[in-house]
């Protein structure tokens, strides 16, 4: 996930639970304060009534009282004679009652909401009850109203402050991004400089002179590497090759006892071995310097073909067996030159740690986009945690070098291949999945 969305799908997960909070909370609030002010006015709605209702009381006039403009339903009603006898005041009140009640509304099946405030008074000895009614029907609607509002401005809030950060941080991370992008195209094979937008934001300005500085640098040591590469070619070439022309030339001297022949053998075998290690030591690190940067559509079957006829006289004289089997041919854009190597290392090395009379099967399959070359071999599997590592052999064979496999590797890894190994039916099995 990337930053941006990271950080604002933490906001927006905390704005969704303040709303689902704050909201019934909020409702809740204003309900407990709505009632509370309106159990105040009937409580003073008694007192300021409590005159006419001791009036009331003297001339027998009980029901409902109608006090003009008060907004409220009073019911005034006589309840019988007191019991006690010790003297007491002319008007006496027992505790208030104050509480919700409903009552039927002019739509069938449907009723509205009331605060009720109830109490008692002995007036004269005798006990009346007194009912003041109100009705919460339209405080409800009010308080729904208000949380509505206060709801919908403040989504409108949290959207606005969610909208505006994305915006503000898209804008103050629009230098990063292109920081990225730069880093992207860059290539220290083509562009010996990397040079970065400047930025208003100073921890961006820190972060691309650093990146500048480091790209300069790879570049240097690219260059450095470069020129030891092209130079240890050149100059290692050439000795190797006047040291073999040399030895050619003792071979033929006479007379070349026995002794003598096997020792210039010897050093023969030795100057093509070392020829070989630093042709592909050499090739290792051009390899590691993406150095082999053009690239064309290459098909497999094709260069396949040509290898076997290039290795046919190795597969005749050890009596090997080579079927190949292809269903249809598979083409994949790389370095031509890279994919001769790779796909030659893996055909010479089938060969070479084969056994007389031995198999080899080629097959390529095109559904899969993947070669494997199937082999005898040694009756055991190869250490798969060394197979691919550099100077590692498993085999006798004094023409290995030990770095056959590991150019198979640097190969596949460069044009992103998959290389596998697998011992099954007493065969070995590399396996490449382009």
Partial sequence: MQLLKKTITAYFIFSVILLLVSIPVFYWTLKRLMVANVDENLIATKTRIMPQLLDAAAGNKEGVLRFPGSGYDILFEKEGARKETHPQQQAERKTDSLYNSESTDSHPGSTLPNRLLASHFYINQESYSLRITTSLADKYLLIQRIVLVSALLLVALLVGLLVINRMLTKKIWQPFYNTLQRL??????????????????????????AIEQLAERNYQVYSSQKEFTENASHEMQSPLAVFQSKLELLMQT?????????????????????????????????????????KETVAIKEILQKLIQQYEFQIQQQGIHLRFQDAQDITVTANRTLVEILLGNLLSNAIRHNIPNGSIEISLQAQDRELIIRNTGRPSALDTQKLFQRFQK???????????????????????????????????SFSLRF
């Fill in 254 to 294: 006479k007379p070349l006892n026995e002794d003598q022949a096997a020792l210039i053998t010897d050093l023969a075998n030795a100057s093509k071995r070392m020829a070989r290690l630093n042709k592909s030591l050499i090739l290792l690190t051009k390899i590691d310097n993406d150095q082999f940067i053009e």
């Fill in 184 to 209: 992207r195209e860059y290539r220290v094979d083509r562009q010996p400089k990397l040079t970065l937008q400047p930025s208003s934001i100073s921890e961006f300005n820190d972060l691309n002179t």
């Fill in 394 to 428: 498993e085999s006798p064979d004094a023409n290995s070098i030990g770095l056959g496999l590991e150019i198979v590797k640097k190969i596949s890894t460069l044009n992103h291949f998959s290389i596998q190994y697998h011992f099954s039916d007493q065969l070995h």
